[in-house]
């Protein structure tokens, strides 16, 4: 099996280094803001609650703004963190391992049976992390079509189909490949909504279900 890894130049040390890395941008990801900050603040069970789903927008469901502020911060900061764990090892394939397990975790948390939030937020802090003029691009993109259209998950959708291309202009096409990975998971997280906007049935920003 070794023989496979040597062929790349990849050592076992640099093996168990990408693992190690890999497990902690998983772990840090899998942790679920939006259920912890829900029970703190006696908002009940996002599970049980709107989409059941653990991400900022069903945390906005339970009337509190700011238990979603934070929310939406904190699992994009999740994402930047561990991008920025990965910088310590001072390889361009570490910063993106971290990066996109750290979606995953989010993703498919292995305490909540796998069944996680659909990586909007931490989709953003990931590629703010690894570019910040991209990642600002991206939101600006996010806010544009929020503007025209006047729903969430369109935003999100377009958002992050355009953030390879801010990459590549914007001096980072080195990420690109890994932002096309993202942006496909998010769009497979959002096969509901998608069905919802063909179907001229996904709710507008500022208008109850």
């Given at each position: 099996?070794?023989?496979?890894?040597?062929?790349?130049?990849i050592s076992v040390a640099m093996l168990g280094s990408y693992l190690a890395y890999a497990a902690a941008g998983y772990f840090?990801?899998?942790i679920p803001f939006g259920l912890v900050i829900a029970k703190l603040l006696r908002l009940g069970d996002l599970r049980k609650i709107g989409s059941g789903n653990i991400g900022a927008t069903n945390v906005l469901r339970t009337g509190n703004k700011g238990a979603a502020a934070a929310t939406l911060l904190l699992d994009a900061a999740k994402g930047a963190v561990a991008v920025l764990i990965g910088?310590?090892?001072?390889?361009g394939d570490v910063v993106q391992i971290t990066g996109l397990m750290a979606f995953i975790g989010h993703c498919f948390p292995v305490w909540l049976m796998f069944r996680g939030g659909k990586g909007v937020a931490t989709f953003i802090g990931i590629v703010l992390a690894l570019?910040?003029?991209?990642?600002?691009?991206?939101?600006?993109?996010?806010?544009?079509?929020?503007?025209?259209?006047?729903?969430?998950?369109?935003?999100?959708?377009?958002?992050?189909i355009a953030c390879p291309m801010w990459l590549i202009i914007l001096g980072k096409p080195e990420y690109a490949i890994l932002s096309v990975m993202l942006a496909v998971l998010v769009w497979v997280r959002h096969a509901q909504n998608i069905r919802r906007?063909?179907?001229?049935?996904?709710?507008?920003?500022?208008?109850?279900?």
């Open positions: 099996m070794m023989e496979f890894f040597d062929h790349f130049g840090l990801g899998s910088r310590f090892a001072e390889s570019s910040l003029p991209a990642g600002i691009a991206t939101c600006l993109t996010w806010l544009a079509v929020a503007f025209l259209f006047r729903i969430s998950s369109l935003s999100a959708l377009i958002s992050c906007i063909l179907n001229g049935e996904e709710p507008r920003i500022g208008k109850k279900r």
